[in-house]
T-cell receptor, first 110, second 113 residues
């Protein structure tokens, strides 16, 4: 089966750093994705990890440990516009379709 | 490129009605997907296609049908709408050379009353 877990909600302060964790148990693995989704909008791609380690892209970084079935998304220098839902997804073997977690709703406060 | 486009943006259906959600991509992508997203939930795969003429079921296919007669188009058909199909529907695609990113359409918000 497919099981992807992430916290439901998080709150952080503007300018701070926040880490959103994701654990997964899936029958196939072709990579792990993080998407950002603002309310009423489509998901937008943030990062992709297929090998263990840290991928950095500006204020956003993503880490993967395949042996632990674990990933995190790190957001630095938080801005109010970072308030959104963050979706962890694993690329399965089924035609490269994505299996999504339920998403973490991040609220950035002044 | 327009990317992935979906029509309509919003629709209200009565129970038992049918409709087709349209999805088109102009990036010559082989792989296309339909997901649904219920409030507070992640996306769930309905159907997918790895190329023209080839479709397969995802996690939640019941009540839906798809076709893929061209590379560009991947319509999703609801034959007998039910309240449980009230959701936001997203179409997505990836190219053979870009397997590390799925491009999503803007979504169709469907309400069945």
């Amino acid at each position: 089966g497919q099981n992807i877990d992430q916290p439901t909600e998080m709150t952080a302060t503007e300018g701070a750093i926040v880490q959103i964790n994701c654990t997964y148990q899936t029958s196939g693995f072709n990579g792990l994705f993080w998407y950002q989704q603002h309310a009423g909008e489509a998901p937008t791609f943030l990062s992709y990890n297929v090998l263990d380690g840290l991928e950095e892209k500006g204020r956003f970084s993503s880490f993967l440990s395949r042996s632990k079935g674990y990933s995190y998304l790190l957001l630095k220098e938080l801005q109010m516009k970072d308030s959104a839902s963050y979706l962890c997804a694993v690329n399965s073997n089924s035609g490269y379709a994505l299996n999504f977690g339920k998403g973490t709703s991040l609220l950035v406060t002044p | 490129n327009a990317g992935v486009t979906q029509t309509p943006k919003f629709r209200i259906l009565k129970i038992g009605q049918s409709m087709t959600l349209q999805c088109t991509q102009d990036m010559n992508h082989n792989y296309m997907y339909w997901y649904r997203q219920d409030p507070g939930m992640g996306l769930k795969l309905i159907y997918y296609s790895v190329g023209a003429g080839i479709t397969d079921k995802g996690e939640v296919p019941n009540g839906y049908n798809v076709s893929r007669s061209t590379t560009e188009d991947f319509p999703l058909r609801l034959e007998l709408a039910a309240p449980s199909q009230t959701s936001v529907y997203f179409c997505a695609s990836i190219g053979q050379d870009e397997l590390n990113e799925q491009f999503f359409g803007p979504g169709t918000r469907l309400t069945v009353l």
